[in-house]
């Protein structure tokens, strides 16, 4: 790994990771800065997504329209979004378009121009996008599950609460930067084509000044749990379902993720032959790991008309526990051809690395290996994912319902 894998702390904090790709003529960089939305102000719900678009809005010494052009003209294909844990801000182009960057990156995190019409921009794109959660009903569904099975803060949505950010000012905002955009707890990582030495004299020379501490981690409040219904008349009824699994740190993990395979891998899947082809029940159904770094959860979905939505509950929740009885050699060989092929497909793109390897850090403290993670994946064995699902039985469930009535979650 020594001439592939490179890592370096910064007496500031900062963690510097590099994958060195050199077939590749591009780079990508991913910056974390440990402003999310678990430290959300309490009182401002979604400041971390509008600062995330206020920082942007001019910085060092060029204003919003300046510092937009000076991007464009380098190439950057760029991203920024606000997580659980994390602001993420990525790019990637030519490798020494996206060196070209970094100063931009420095000035957009270090020293950006905080302008009051840009703020008010930002909120007002917040409040459009929350306004806009009643017609999609299948995004409301999911923020509503999150919220009620994850413990606060860490299902709080990164889109806010309207009344907070109707209420946030610029002054507010300005705080909330000095306060957790900080080195102590960033991330910046970096795959392609680059030379380490390079980018570790670049990212020092741009990013060394930046200081402050790491903002104080929040404390949970347990989940509510239970169930939830929201009254919304239409045709289709919206189902969410979630339960607990492991974290991703745990030696179970690749036993529960090659099981959510063979539970909804594509057409492949259980729930989809089971609710879908078979008993056309619905038009969407699947179910997911989410994967965060306090908690682990396996999150359900489907949409259905309402007429078959509590036929469609019933047969999710069946399918959920019909799972403890195990699964067989054709379906996790199956699991985990497609679990590895999304491995290595994300393997040959530079964001994809640079994003994998700052997620790696930031649960496990060290960067793996493709290689690595597919032997994971093959070293799994039937008998060991079935004495994971005989000794994990799915539930207490959490169940959302959004529709025009309420359904019965069955025992």
Not at 60 to 86: C, E, F, M, V, W
Not at 139 to 163: C, N, Q, T, V, W
Not at 200 to 213: I, N
Not at 365 to 389: C, K, M, Q
Request: proline content about 6%; charged content about 20%; hydrophobic content about 40%.
């Amino acid at each position: 790994m020594a001439d592939r894998f490179y890592q370096h702390v910064f007496p500031n904090g900062l963690v510097l990771l590099a994958e060195r790709m050199p077939a590749m003529r591009s780079a990508a960089m991913t910056l974390l800065v440990p402003a999310g939305t678990s430290n959300d102000p309490a009182d401002a719900g979604g400041a971390g997504s509008v600062l995330s678009d206020l920082v942007l809005r001019g910085a060092g010494k060029l204003d919003s329209r300046a510092l937009t052009n000076h991007l464009d003209r380098l190439g950057l294909q760029r991203s920024s979004s606000t997580g659980i844990y994390n602001t993420r801000f990525a790019c990637a182009a030519l490798a020494d378009k996206v060196m070209a960057g970094l100063p931009n990156y420095a000035d957009i995190v270090c020293r950006p121009h905080l302008p009051a019409d840009g703020f008010e921009a930002a909120v007002d794109l917040s409040l459009q996008a929350i306004e806009g959660i009643d017609d999609d009903p299948r995004h409301k569904l999911m923020i509503k599950l999150r919220e009620r099975h994850f413990p606060y803060p860490f299902g709080r949505s990164s889109m806010g609460d309207k009344a907070q950010l109707e209420a946030w000012t610029l002054e507010g905002a300005k705080r909330d930067h000095a306060h957790r955009y900080h080195p102590r707890g960033a991330i910046l990582s970096v795959a392609g084509n680059v030379h380490f030495d390079h980018l570790k004299r670049d990212v020092e020379k741009h990013f060394g000044a930046w200081d402050g501490s790491e903002p104080t981690p929040p404390a949970m409040v347990p989940a509510p749990g239970g169930t939830f219904h929201e009254d919304q008349q239409s045709e289709q009824t919206h189902i969410g379902i979630a339960w607990a699994s492991v974290l991703e740190t745990h030696p179970d993990y690749y036993a529960a993720r090659l099981a959510v395979e063979v539970l909804s891998g594509g057409m492949s899947g259980r729930l989809f032959t089971e609710v879908r082809e078979k008993r056309g029940l619905v038009y969407s159904v699947s179910a997911g790991y989410s994967s965060l770094r306090d908690v682990g959860a396996i999150l359900g979905y489907a949409g259905t008309s309402n007429d078959r939505a509590q036929a469609t509950l019933d047969t999710m929740v069946a399918e959920f526990h019909r799972m403890t009885d195990g699964v067989t050699a054709a379906e996790l060989q199956r699991a985990k051809t497609g679990l590895k092929a999304a491995t290595v497909m994300q393997g040959e793109s530079t964001s994809a690395r640079a994003g994998a390897i700052a997620h790696d850090y930031f649960i496990r403290g060290r960067i793996r290996t493709l290689e690595e993670i597919t032997g994971a994946i093959d070293a799994v064995t039937v008998d060991h994912v079935n004495a994971y699902l005989k000794a994990n039985p799915p539930g207490p469930f959490t169940v959302v319902t959004v529709g025009p009535k309420p359904l019965v979650v069955p025992a």
